[in-house]
């Protein structure tokens, strides 16, 4: 068993249980243990650097000495989160000075960054502790009647020299580890692009103008279901639907789930023990094709 420090970010504990619930159940069976660690506090999302870097740095950082005082490597399902921590520990690694900066303000919560620990998201986790022949070998359901759409968001991807997640421009380690699952993942239009959802709240009507063009695009290609990593795509796409269908008066039935949902279900975790009344589109028709 490998263990990692927890880190769960503020959206899914306050609004995706199903996506906290399904990582619980998956990843143990998989041999990676989730330690919860106190005091975990903001991650500092990405545009916070654009205000003051040092402050934001400061804000991951902690969060991190709490994983090196733990002497664990940290690991994070949401990729917002993974992006701020991931960057801030690289840069800090890399940055004496920058870092002699930002120690100086942790010093005050009495905490220091060493650099001695990783940030990883749980997909990289899976790659390097599990590999995709035991995951293949771990699956007890047969998904392999599934059609997937793939998509990553943006997050997980750039910036690519600090992140080391995958090729920002030709990204394959998601799209293996689907199919190490059974399903086929498939190649649909504009794959690559933005959901739209950090639009939301600035400029509604293009965020669910992007988020169209997605399910459009996926249902064209035949998809049963969009997999995602990050919490905002899932809200997006799923929510969107039904501003969809009273903004467009289009109605679509595509059922967005995290990966950590379709791992449980490959897994043999029954769907009764995973919180599926949150999503919007039901997946009853999806369910019906695991056998």
């Known amino acids: 068993m490998t263990s990692y420090a927890l880190f769960l970010g503020c959206t899914i504990p306050a609004r995706q249980p199903h996506y906290e619930l399904s990582a619980r159940k998956a990843l143990p069976k998989l041999g990676i243990e989730l330690v919860d660690l106190d005091n975990m506090t903001c991650c500092a999302p990405p545009p916070l650097q654009s205000i003051d870097l040092e402050t934001s740095l400061s804000i991951a950082a902690y969060n991190i000495c709490l994983a090196e005082e733990a002497d664990l490597n940290m690991i ?172 467009y008066h289009e109605e679509y039935s595509m059922p967005i789930l995290h990966y950590t949902e379709l791992l449980s279900l490959g897994l043999g975790i029954d769907s009764k023990e995973l919180p599926l009344d949150f999503h919007k589109i039901k997946l009853d028709k999806l369910l019906s094709k695991i056998k």
């Open 76 to 247: 994070t399902l949401c990729t917002g989160c993974f992006e701020s921590l991931a960057m801030a520990n690289s840069m800090l690694k890399e940055n004496e000075k920058l870092k002699a900066k930002v120690n100086k303000i942790l010093s005050s919560a009495g905490k220091e960054f060493k650099g001695t620990k990783e940030v990883r998201h749980y997909l990289q986790a899976i790659i390097n502790d599990v590999g995709l022949d035991r995951l293949k070998k771990s699956m007890t359901k047969d998904l392999t009647n599934l059609k997937v759409a793939s998509f990553s968001g943006c997050h997980a991807l750039r910036p690519s020299h600090l992140l080391k997640f995958d090729d920002p421009e030709s990204p394959k380690l998601f799209d293996s580890l689907i199919e190490a699952l059974g399903p086929k993942s498939i190649w649909y239009r504009n794959k690559l692009k933005c959901c739209g959802g950090l639009l939301r709240g600035y400029a509604d009507d293009v965020a669910l103008a992007i988020a169209r063009d997605k399910i459009v695009n996926t249902t064209k290609a035949g998809a049963d279901c969009i997999i995602t990593l990050c919490p905002f795509c899932f809200l997006t796409l799923d929510l969107g639907q039904m501003l969809m269908k009273s903004t």
